[in-house]
């Protein structure tokens, strides 16, 4: 009975694919089967390629200060790690750095320069720096 099953359905995709000329019905499971199996393996690589440039995307996005500092109170949110600490750490570091290049490259004046880095250095006492 399955194999009757079997057949009805093979000339049907025979039909629907205007292959009546294919005689050999193991060729045509075989094309069949390969295409599937190609198909996976397409998706299958879209969906570790996706989730590869997720993870480097997470890797390449910079802690933000007034993320982590709410500067109405000045009160620090930890999220019981020490990690959170070195990031916060890292970002001043950095955006000190940033507004230095954008001083010395003569696109702030010297206020905006005194200001920022005054603003830099208030959020780095709040850790007792």
Known sequence: ??????EKYIE??????????????????????????FLYLIFRFLIVKR????????SKI?????DVINEEDKSVVIKNSDNDFVDVLVAIEE???AVRELYVGGYITKGIYISETDRLY????????
């Open 1 to 6: 009975m399955d194999n009757i099953l079997i």
């Open 12 to 37: 049907k995709i025979k039909g629907f694919l205007d292959i009546a000329l294919v005689s050999n019905t193991n060729f045509l499971l075989f094309i069949i089967v390969a295409s599937f199996i």
């Open 51 to 58: 989730k590869f440039n997720k993870e480097n995307l997470k």
């Open 62 to 66: 910079k802690p933000s200060i007034n």
């Open 95 to 97: 955006e000190m750095a």
């Open 122 to 129: 208030e959020k780095a006492k709040v850790f007792g720096l």
